[in-house]
């Protein structure tokens, strides 16, 4: 698309947006809560997204992902705001970016409020990586965001102050909190997914025959998982906390929209020296199986 006909297509979507987003239309979007974008306001980056129709409209089925990612950034709002005030251009990576919702997100608030903010978004998927170009192209935004397909492992991540991962499955989680560890970003901020390593500890602690006060948990599937999701994120939050960060979990989205509504927001500050000894004294009591990553930072 040539930049004149992406200026009259954007002009043209503009007007859509504005036409149909009433602010009755927008309240219920919304049901009366801040959000970082509005449609009517950023309809070029929801359309990129593939959030928005051609005519401007927001099918139901993805209201769910407007939602979700805008509460993300609307809680990392004041790790962002502290970045500002250290760094004349806040340098973020997206840890596992899929399709780059997020990523974008975060580029188009930045710039809409005068803030210079450059991103990096690398997924192990080339195709991935290929589309999160083309709609960074489309939103205008491939000026201070960029993409690489690769795996974390062999990415230099110094120089980043932030370092976030949207629903990053399993133990990738773990490679992105790895990453920022390393790389001593200021702030790591993580939505896990899908906590399955504690949960295949115990499941073999299970089919051994071992015994404990956290046997029943170990032998009954659902109980297993569950329990495992929550105490995983309670260990990535002591081994943080061990290596210097001041970390809070918290609910970012109603859990009528996603069960997996945990964002784990760790600063680089005093940490906890106790911190180390409760993650081990945690695994201990639950059965000896602990993180991977406890190894890893």
């Not at 809070?248 to 509504?261: C, D, L, R, S, V």
Request: charged residues 25%; positive net charge; hydrophobic residues 45%.
């Amino acid at each position: 698309m040539s930049v004149a006909t992406r200026a009259s297509w954007a002009t043209a979507l503009a007007d859509r947006a504005r036409t149909h987003w009433t602010p009755e239309r927008t309240r219920e979007l919304t049901g009366g809560k801040e959000l970082e974008i509005l449609p009517a306001e950023a309809p070029q980056l929801l359309r990129a997204l593939g959030i928005l129709d051609g005519d401007a409209t927001m099918p139901p089925a993805r209201v769910r992902k407007f939602l979700q990612i805008n509460h993300v950034a609307r809680a990392m709002r004041p790790a962002m705001a502290e970045l500002r005030t250290r760094h004349d251009v806040v340098k973020l990576l997206d840890a596992g970016c899929g399709r780059s919702y997020l990523t974008l997100l975060l580029a188009w608030v930045a710039r809409s409020r005068g803030h210079r903010l450059e991103v990096l978004g690398v997924d192990r998927n080339a195709e991935v990586i290929a589309e999160c170009r083309r709609r960074a192209e489309l939103a205008e935004l491939d000026d201070v965001v960029t993409f690489r397909a690769a795996a974390l492992e062999t990415v230099d991540a110094g120089g980043t102050h932030g370092v976030f991962a949207l629903h990053a499955c399993d133990t990738a989680t773990c490679d992105a909190i790895a990453l920022g560890v390393a790389a001593s970003a200021e702030l790591i901020a993580v939505a896990p997914c899908c906590q399955a390593e504690l949960a295949r500890g115990w499941k073999e602690l299970a089919e051994s025959g071992a015994t404990g006060a956290f046997g029943t948990v170990w032998r009954t599937p659902h109980v297993r998982r569950e329990t495992a999701a929550h105490l995983t994120d309670a260990m990535r939050m002591l081994l943080l906390r061990a290596r210097g960060y001041d970390t809070t979990a918290m609910e970012f989205i109603a859990a009528e929209h996603t069960k997996k509504n945990t964002l784990l927001r760790a600063m680089r500050g005093t940490g906890d020296p106790h911190a180390r000894a409760e993650y081990e004294a945690l695994v201990a009591a639950t059965g000896g199986r602990g993180l991977a990553l406890a190894q890893r930072i």
